[in-house]
């Protein structure tokens, strides 16, 4: 076995990175009016150079500019899409011991429309300063609907939740050929709201809120389809699932089998992200549903955490994994991004450079250089 020449490659990550102090301090400088749009460019400007320096440095193949650019890992999308604003979540993020964290979810209060790029910017910027391959990340459609559940649009915007999946589609579809025309060739959809399908008091509320979990399920494959079943030939199209990650705390916990069969078989990406770091995401039993056509991601080494993994542990979960999807379809990443959020995880960057390099070793030891 070999590395693959296009993604995903063995040593992955999944697209945000811890950012540095002067630029969270641009951050809020920048929301109080301290500094100036082209101020603010700069310092993000450099924190992404040194950023995709770091993803060199440890050998990975593929780089991203961090999300450096936005406030939270869905923040920019509902940005820059008109009709969408943010309103408080009908969730709470937890941790172990029993904290809890609000937060805050998109709504459509207009008709959602596509009239400027999306992640264009970030694009450009980062294609022109790496040779390596640049991913662009998305937060999924369902992440517009979900955490608000059935008041997630204002009244009177759409006839029904159809009409507004289908504006929704549409304007993921704009932006990845957009992107792709630019010369993207790598998107990754980041994907919460499936993940926590998985959960049994999740599931509950959902039917509380009115819905059948299943035929929401159902809802948010088709709308994910539509999103990307006309991307160009040679993009190639990542599903990251992950059951929440906001300074270490957490939205839910279940394995994939209640949504495996229709997640894996059913949403037509070339590869799946999961989730797999804590006995929170389950066992790999429900990856047999995965089809032989599809790469699947091993998110086994933890972002919310100091504490370095050890190689051999890794290893001997890819070969468990090895059980149900073909080795040659298997890769590593850590299970979600380091920072989220503008605030990130609890962790350092010399704990991030580690982890990422221990990706990339292991992934030599397994699969070759």
């Known amino acids: 076995m070999s590395a693959p020449a296009n993604p995903p490659f063995r040593a992955e990550h999944v697209g945000s990175l811890l950012r540095p102090k002067d630029l969270t301090q641009a ?12 101020e603010f460019n700069v310092i993000q400007d450099a924190a992404i150079r040194d950023v995709v320096k770091l993803q ?3 050998g990975l193949k593929m780089v991203t500019d961090g999300e450096f650019r936005r406030s939270s890992y869905w923040a920019h999308f509902v940005e820059k899409v008109d009709g969408l604003v943010v309103r408080d979540a009908s969730f709470k993020f937890h941790d172990d011991h029993g ?5 805050t979810a998109p709504y459509a209060e207009a008709p959602v429309r596509r009239t400027r790029t999306i992640s264009g910017d970030e694009f450009d910027f980062l294609k022109g300063i790496t040779s390596s391959t640049a991913k662009i990340t998305m937060p999924s459609p369902a992440t517009m609907h979900f955490y608000r559940l059935g008041d997630s649009i204002a009244e009177g915007v759409y006839a029904d939740e159809d009409a507004y999946y289908a504006d929704l589609a549409r304007v993921y579809a704009e ?3 957009a992107l792709a025309e630019a010369g993207c060739r790598y998107v990754q959809i980041d994907e919460v709201p499936i993940a926590m399908l998985c959960d049994p008091s999740i599931r509950e509320k959902v039917k509380a809120a009115g819905y ?3 035929r929401l399920m159902d809802a948010y494959v088709n709308v994910s389809n539509a999103a990307i079943d006309g991307r160009p030939d040679g993009v190639t199209v990542g599903m990251h699932l992950c059951r929440g990650n906001f300074k270490g705390h957490y939205l839910s916990e279940g394995g994939y089998e209640p949504v495996a069969e229709r997640l894996f078989n059913g949403i037509n990406v070339d590869a799946f992200f999961l989730e797999y770091d804590t006995p929170r995401a389950g066992d790999f039993e429900a990856l047999r549903y ?11 080494v933890s972002s919310k955490t100091p504490e370095l993994e050890s190689a051999d542990d890794l290893k001997r979960r890819i ?7 073909d080795m040659n379809r298997l890769a590593l990443s850590p299970q979600c991004g380091f920072a989220s959020t503008v605030a990130g995880n609890p962790v350092t960057v010399d704990d991030e450079r ?3 390099k221990l990706i990339v070793d292991v992934a030599k030891d397994i699969w070759g250089d």
Not at 27 to 38: L, W
Request: proline content about 4%; overall charge negative; hydrophobic content about 35%.
């Open 99 to 103: 904290h809890e964290v609000d937060f």
């Open 319 to 325: 070969e468990e994994a090895g059980q149900y999807v």
């Open 354 to 356: 580690a982890k990422l």
């Open 175 to 177: 932006e990845i050929a």
């Open 56 to 58: 060199e440095e440890v």
């Open 212 to 214: 059948d979990p299943d």
């Open 27 to 38: 951050f809020r400088a920048h929301r109080k009016d301290e500094i100036t749009d082209e």
């Open 290 to 300: 995965v089809p032989d056509n599809k790469s699947v991601v091993l998110g086994i």
